[in-house]
């Protein structure tokens, strides 16, 4: 990116990530998100996504420092020479997804979910979904823990525990993963374009109940689920040369 002159850092209460914020704006200064040309996050990957989520409205990009546990979408933390990294920083655009969830008595929740929007059983016995793309319905009954929608910056988090592919960060494309298919068996899940509308029917949901889960929301009681892909939103994520998120996504398959 061009000029990173003013910072704006934002911290996860974590220990290490207050103590590096202090440090950094002592150094670098502070500026509002609004006023920036860049805005830092310090912490973890979970933070990160709280970052995206809160900064949607400002037109700045977001270059993460791991101070957490999970560091995919960060970079090393280094107090010296951030000014020459972020100015050298290479840039990968992600949209996340858009949810709306129905329940049993007619109201709806939305939301957006950067990595995937997952739907799990609340009770003992396993869900049964009936899952339809772009108005059809493309599988009848998935008997399964769970099933998930994942976009290219989160096909390596849930979805790849869940033995879901890695996408690259520039495909167009959605990843559909069951989680513990039982029927069909040996169900691999299914990759969409990205411009496609998936929708998930509850079945049975008053003896199997299911919840859906976004980045920051979670719905209990679920009986439709409808997910596509939010072009309309960009977040826009800083990564040091060599390191970019699309060379991650590849390096994690080949480890």
Same mark, same amino acid.
């Given at each position: 990116?061009?000029?990173?002159?003013?910072?704006?850092?934002?911290?996860?209460?974590?220990?290490?990530?207050?103590?590096?914020? #202090?440090?950094?704006?002592?150094?670098?200064?502070?500026?509002?998100?609004?006023?920036?040309?860049?805005?830092?996050?310090?912490?973890? *990957?979970?933070?990160?996504?709280?970052?995206? &989520?809160?900064?949607?409205?400002?037109?700045?990009?977001?270059?993460?420092?791991?101070?957490?546990?999970?560091?995919?979408?960060?970079?090393?933390?280094?107090?010296?020479?951030?000014?020459?990294?972020?100015?050298?920083?290479?840039?990968?655009?992600?949209?996340?997804?858009?949810?709306?969830?129905?329940?049993? %008595?007619?109201?709806?929740?939305?939301?957006?979910?950067?990595?995937?929007?997952?739907?799990?059983?609340?009770?003992?016995?396993? #869900?049964?979904?009936?899952?339809?793309?772009?108005?059809?319905?493309?599988?009848?009954?998935?008997?399964?823990?769970?099933?998930?929608?994942?976009?290219?910056?989160?096909?390596?988090? $849930?979805? $790849?525990?869940? &033995?879901?592919?890695?996408?690259?960060?520039?495909? %167009?494309?959605?990843?559909?993963?069951?989680?513990?298919?039982?029927?069909?068996?040996?169900?691999?899940?299914?990759?969409?374009?990205?411009?496609?509308?998936?929708?998930? *029917?509850?079945?049975? &949901?008053?003896?199997?109940?299911?919840?859906? %889960?976004?980045?920051?929301?979670?719905?209990?009681?679920?009986?439709?689920? *409808?997910? $596509?892909?939010?072009? #309309?939103?960009? &977040?826009?994520?800083?990564?040091?040369?060599?390191?970019?998120?699309?060379?991650?996504?590849?390096?994690?398959?080949?480890?």
């Amino acid at each position: 990116m061009p000029a990173a002159r003013n910072i704006c850092f934002m911290a996860s209460p974590a220990a290490d990530a207050q103590e590096a914020l #202090a440090a950094l704006t002592a150094r670098y200064g502070q500026f509002a998100p609004q006023n920036a040309d860049v805005i830092v996050a310090l912490g973890g *990957d979970g933070f990160m996504l709280q970052t995206l &989520h809160g900064s949607m409205g400002v037109d700045a990009p977001v270059y993460g420092m791991n101070r957490g546990t999970v560091g995919f979408l960060m970079n090393e933390y280094a107090e010296d020479g951030l000014i020459g990294r972020l100015e050298a920083a290479e840039e990968a655009v992600t949209h996340p997804l858009k949810m709306t969830a129905w329940t049993a %008595d007619g109201s709806s929740v939305e939301a957006l979910a950067i990595n995937e929007v997952s739907l799990l059983r609340e009770g003992a016995q396993a #869900a049964k979904l009936r899952i339809s793309v772009d108005g059809r319905v493309r599988m009848d009954e998935l008997v399964c823990d769970g099933c998930l929608v994942a976009t290219p910056a989160g096909s390596t988090a $849930y979805n $790849y525990s869940a &033995h879901g592919p890695i996408l690259p960060i520039g495909s %167009d494309v959605l990843a559909v993963t069951a989680m513990a298919a039982f029927r069909p068996r040996r169900w691999r899940g299914a990759l969409l374009p990205s411009r496609a509308v998936v929708r998930f *029917d509850v079945l049975q &949901h008053e003896k199997r109940p299911v919840r859906a %889960d976004t980045d920051s929301r979670s719905v209990s009681g679920v009986v439709r689920v *409808d997910i $596509y892909s939010e072009t #309309a939103i960009s &977040h826009r994520l800083l990564f040091d040369p060599g390191h970019g998120l699309e060379e991650r996504l590849l390096r994690e398959q080949f480890t």
